[in-house]
């Protein structure tokens, strides 16, 4: 996999020249998406630099999943490799300076239906601060290019937790109130994707998503990291992520550092069901 972890490296540093360069510029809206958000000028731009890199680079045929664009082909044929990529998650803050923001990249074998345990290659790099978590399937995962684990946190009590509270037009915001009880602290970094992998180097106990409606884009990168990195996954009833049929679909996320950790997060917010 190596050839394929340096193509998504190379990605990722043509297109964070790209933003830190012309795109902090391109703040026009130019669509809205298939789940109904504005796409920037930025993000549509990042995203076709990707695309033209699959195309110029990867002599087999990717078939890559795009959160403004839906499908694309980067030539014709059976695709070898599959690429889900959020060209930047976390735009609103992008938009604003905010360092919070990053490329999303995850590559999955084939085009059969993509399923969060296939991602095989994945990066998740930082736009203004250049760092780069990585995975491999049965390899590891790294930040910067070392080693990374999670931290050995098991008490609730003791835990900061990244939690997504933006709920408009979800469930309920209350459902997450038995964890805010229960948690040391809590974190909103407005960017799904580092958020997630923040658990895989101890950055954070945990990251939580109970809204259902998570896109896959955001999450199949940072998933193979934390995973790799020795962390426990999965949606808020403790069920394993769903395969990807669609780029809309919603999901739920709870990544722990550990399981005693993860366990507790799920008891916690079960308690909502039973009010």
Same mark, same amino acid.
């Given at each position: ?35 109904? $958000? /504005? #796409?920037?000028? &930025?993000?549509? *731009? ?13 002599? %087999? ?110 469930? $309920? /915001? #209350?459902?997450? &109130?038995?964890? *805010? ?13 580092? %958020? ?80």
């Amino acid at each position: 996999m190596t050839d394929m972890r340096k193509h998504l490296q190379a990605m990722f540093a043509d297109v964070r020249q790209f933003l830190l360069a012309d795109g902090l510029g391109k703040l026009a809206t130019v669509q809205t998406n298939a789940r109904g $958000d /504005v #796409t920037k000028e &930025f993000d549509f *731009l990042a995203e076709g630099r990707i695309i033209d890199y699959c195309a110029r680079e990867i002599t %087999e045929p990717v078939r890559i999943l795009t959160e403004e664009r839906g499908e694309v082909r980067s030539r014709s044929g059976p695709a070898r490799w599959t690429l889900i990529v959020d060209p930047v998650d976390g735009s609103e803050n992008f938009a604003r300076g905010n360092q919070l923001s990053c490329v999303s990249l995850a590559l999955l074998p084939g085009e059969e239906l993509p399923r969060p345990d296939d991602v095989v290659v994945a990066l998740v790099g930082g736009i203004f601060s250049g760092t780069i978590y990585e995975g491999e399937k049965g390899a590891g995962a790294w930040r910067n290019g070392e080693p990374t684990r999670p931290s050995q946190l098991s008490a609730l009590s003791d835990a900061i937790v990244t939690i997504d509270f933006n709920f408009r037009g979800s469930p $309920d /915001v #209350t459902r997450l &109130f038995p964890l *805010l009880r229960a948690v040391k602290d809590a974190r909103r970094f407005g960017s799904a994707a580092f %958020e997630f992998v923040a658990v895989a180097s101890g950055g954070v106990d945990a990251y939580v998503d109970a809204r259902d409606t998570l896109s896959p884009e955001n999450y199949m990168a940072a998933y193979l990291i934390v995973a790799e990195a020795g962390g426990v996954i999965s949606d808020r009833l403790g069920w394993p992520l769903a395969p990807i049929h669609a780029m809309t679909q919603g999901q739920s996320i709870v990544a722990a550092a550990t399981r005693p950790l993860h366990a507790a997060i799920l008891e916690t917010l079960a308690r909502d069901s039973v009010r």
